[in-house]
């Protein structure tokens, strides 16, 4: 990719909603020869020639879901540390489960290497970001998501009462970064101090010379 910012839409599109073929090139073009990828479900891990596995896994995920709706919300590309951000959606469909419907949000954070031979962009790792409610969608579509919620909001709840009931950790916690604080301003202070002394001296000094001088 010359520009990752702008042509991973397209490449996303391609991987996700393309004939075996086109998809197979996709790859091929796209991704380094040992890349890597990265799911809640699966992983390939990183060696020669991983990407024969992004092969199978992109091409397994078409024969489940042969028809996938899927939108590039934002796309974010941090160039110092060749790393790409893309906000997608996407509706997940198994063909042989009859009524089977998987809305899910992702983030994907794609880590690049620059070719400088032809100042080329490729993509060396895949990692997908969901959230609990999202990836649970996949093996519990409707109530999966409702048992997530539930769960959360119970653990909020727990956060709720400890921070309550044990608040005076919080004023013993206040107190020791106060007293920590005052000590460093004071050591600053005495620091400043000597820093003055010493240029009061060297005035003195550098006054001396031209005397004698």
């Known amino acids: 990719m010359e520009n990752p910012e702008e042509e991973i839409s397209g490449v996303i599109h391609l991987l996700t909603q393309s004939p075996p073929t086109t998809q197979l090139e996709t790859i091929e073009t796209y991704f380094t020869p040992n890349a890597s990828f990265t799911h809640p479900f699966c992983r390939t891990g990183k060696w020669e020639n991983s990407r ?3 092969q199978v896994i992109y091409r397994w995920y078409k024969i489940m879901s042969p028809r996938i709706d899927i939108t590039v919300h934002s796309v974010a590309f941090d160039k110092p540390n060749l790393l790409l951000y893309v906000s997608i ?4 469909r198994i063909w042989i489960v009859p009524f ?35 990836f649970v969608r996949f093996i519990a579509p409707g109530f999966g998501k409702i048992l ?12 709720l009462l400890g921070a309550a009931t044990l608040w005076p950790i919080s004023l013993v916690e206040e107190y020791m970064g106060s007293e920590k604080q005052i000590g460093a301003g004071r050591r600053k202070k005495r620091k400043t101090a000597t820093e003055e002394i010493e240029e009061i ?5 550098d006054r001396m010379s031209k005397r004698l001088s």
């Open 148 to 159: 997530v919620w539930m769960w959360q909001f119970w653990a909020t709840f727990f956060c």
């Open 89 to 92: 959606s996407q509706v997940f």
């Open 52 to 54: 024969f596995l992004i």
């Open 100 to 134: 089977y419907r998987a809305p899910v949000k992702l983030v994907t954070v794609l880590e690049l290497k620059h070719n400088k031979g032809d100042n080329l962009y490729y993509i060396d790792s895949q990692n997908d970001l969901y959230q609990v409610d999202q």
């Open 201 to 205: 001296e060297l005035r003195e000094l």
